[in-house]
């Protein structure tokens, strides 16, 4: 009997290590939002380039941009792509805290971020404009000065934030937590305008027929340096042969191929995101 036992117990020893989930040498986490179209969203229904939100049934799913980026780079180093769904101001805690190995979340490479992890190259770069509603007494704004006086609101935790006072005599409003919130708060006339990169405001714009974009030609905008308006994948201080392929990857990736793909996300994303 005890024989028996022991080789019932072995079976289900087996059939379990059939059954598991991969080792985490065989796993590579990527922290993002899922909540920031088109670099990366979360959506009910599954695709082809959509990703289980945690690995797990029932916590929707992961697509966008950043998702596409972070495949390429998981490719790279073999493993499979498990995506974790983190709101913005934990990303960088959850790096460090060794519950994600990068963040490819639409992240600026900052001063500030840099004391605590570090940047690849960028692998996108766009321009910051305002969104505004239609019958908005600057729906017709073509320079910042434009916004005179203006109520404009931001992101917490963004560069996005940091330019607001750029608008002259600005009503600088309490920045928010997310862009479904900023979005409503100028739906709901809160505030005048919100600022957002250009691939982002297409997507709200998109869903949103009440709003419309405000682009600057240069030298009527936002003063940002290069690295501003840029984002790149984030890594914990010690990664040093993962931030290396993944600096390898983004170089094989052309600007023809990265603004594809940018305009491939704009066009899958769901009607609401």
């Known amino acids: 009997m005890k024989k028996l036992v022991t080789l019932l117990a072995l079976l289900s020893l087996s059939l379990s290590a059939c059954t598991a989930a ?20 979360t959506q009910v229904e599954s695709s082809e380039t959509a990703l289980l939100i945690n690995n797990e ?23 499979e792509l498990i995506v974790k769904k983190i709101a913005w ?5 959850a790096l460090n805290n060794g519950e994600i190995d990068m963040i490819v979340a639409g992240m600026t ?17 766009s321009d910051l404009v305002l969104i505004v509603r239609n019958d ?46 900023l979005t409503n708060s100028v739906v709901n006339k809160e505030f005048d ?20 974009i405000i682009s600057f030609a240069e030298g009527n905008g936002f003063t940002t340096s290069f690295e501003d308006t840029t984002v790149s994948v984030a890594v914990a201080k010690d990664s ?19 603004a594809e793909w940018m305009k491939d996300a704009i066009q899958r994303q769901p009607e609401g995101e």
């Open 240 to 258: 040093v042969e993962l931030l290396e392929t993944i600096n390898e990857v983004l170089a094989n990736i052309s600007e023809e191929t990265r």
């Open 57 to 79: 049934q029932g916590t929707g799913y992961c697509d966008g941009y950043d998702v596409q980026i972070a495949q390429a780079i998981a490719a790279e180093v073999g493993q």
């Open 89 to 93: 101001e934990g990303l960088i805690d």
């Open 22 to 41: 991969p080792a985490e040498e065989d796993v590579l986490y990527v922290g993002m939002e899922c909540a920031y179209a088109p670099f990366n969203w």
């Open 136 to 181: 908005s007494a600057f729906a017709n704004a073509s320079a910042l000065v434009d916004f005179t006086g203006a109520s404009v609101v931001a992101q917490k935790g963004t560069f996005h934030d940091t330019v607001v006072d750029q608008v002259p005599s600005v009503v600088h409003g309490t920045p928010l937590g997310s862009f479904a919130l």
């Open 193 to 212: 305008a919100m600022v957002s990169e250009y691939p982002v405001a297409l997507s709200i714009v998109a869903s949103n027929p009440d709003l419309k």
């Open 109 to 125: 490479d900052t001063a500030e971020r840099r004391e605590s992890v570090s940047f690849s190259t960028p692998y996108y770069a």
